[in-house]
């Protein structure tokens, strides 16, 4: 069955109840997609029969190829009987260019897809099950993982794919506009009506002419993914665990307390900057980058940025709670394609990178999912990267449609 990341009547709700904002004109742009397709250079085996070439396909692109490149390049060096050729595939075709691959029988040995693909490619025949592999014959030790971070790649009772890379929501916060204020920082195990209170605080009009001019949040606005939080946290799920009933979890007390606190911090509250185009992802605010709002809801992506712009002090505290503690995932994972003619091979290769291996060398570059190196690299109690790690004590499912 076809199965989609966002539920289309959330997005239906979440751009009904801010389009009350006042959100300016939107301008149609024209926008050209390009899609790039790099292919490492992989040399030719010495002899006939004497290397496996593996294809790894992935959607990363730009610099993001860089881990890979390095990560590929270790484990040649301690697998000498085995080449990679990674296939990066830049632009929103990359799932649509793996299932013609995987029709044709035609896939890389090893794909990486998100969380929420992976139900609709392993119902799909797309992957081996990875259960046998991990207690086989080079076998892989789940529990080195940080929290929660196998699950996403489990679907039907078993394990298809490992994680890659992750990132939960957290609260960003600019110190500058808090220390501007005298208003206290935010803390862990704040609460949904601790986040107003603070919020409010620091919504101003600063000169008086009847404008905002500092917000107290930015939020997520049409990017319903991200809504998913507001849920979790009320005690309510958009579906059932099958992914097959909406009544009872999308009607819920819960999840319409969840639609209407969300509502009103754009609407009653007015903490929150109306989108400033709903053509574009999370509505394309950028108050908070550009020192206009106190605090943002967000992954860990845009933290380097942060760290570096000069319109921000920045801390980060894990999102606030209301009946319940709760976070959601957003994740990427590799899993062997179910046609590969080397098997054991894409294992191998698949155990060294989401394992110990490349996590020696995700840790220069994103939070790694083997707990010991994270803690190795002093992630564990980093003040910014520690809250991402803390956070995955507090993960729910998050919901599908399939």
Known sequence: MKKYSTVFSILALVALMISSCGTPEVVE???????EVVVTATPEPMAEGAKIILRVG???SGEGLNPHQEIIARFEDENPDILIQLEAVAGRDYYTRLLTQIAAADAPDIMQIGDDAVPMFVDKGAFLP???????????????????VLSPGQWKDQQWLLPKDFSPLAIY???KIFDANNVAYPTDGWTWSDLVETAKSLTKDTNGDGKTDTWGIQ???NWTTGFEYFIAA???????????????YMDSPE??????????LYNVDKVAPPPADFSLWAGGNTEFDNGQAAMR???????????TNPNIDLGIVGVPSDKERANILFWGGFGIFSGTEHPEAAWRFLRFYSGEGGSAVWKDWAIPPVAAAAEEAGLTTDPLEGTWISELDYLVPRAYVF
Do not use: C
């Open 219 to 221: 939020l997520t606005a």
């Open 173 to 175: 916060y600019n110190k």
């Open 29 to 35: 742009k024209e926008v050209t997609k390009i899609v």
């Open 130 to 148: 990875l259960d046998a592999y991990i207690t086989g014959d080079y076998p892989l030790d789940t529990s080195i993982y940080l929290p929660g």
């Open 58 to 60: 992935t959607g990363d």
């Open 234 to 248: 009320s005690g309510g799920k958009l579906i059932s665990e099958d992914g097959m009933n909406f009544i009872d």
């Open 255 to 264: 999840s319409i307390r969840a639609v209407q606190f969300f509502s009103d």
């Open 297 to 307: 809801l967000f992954g860990r992506w845009p933290l380097a940025g942060y760290k």
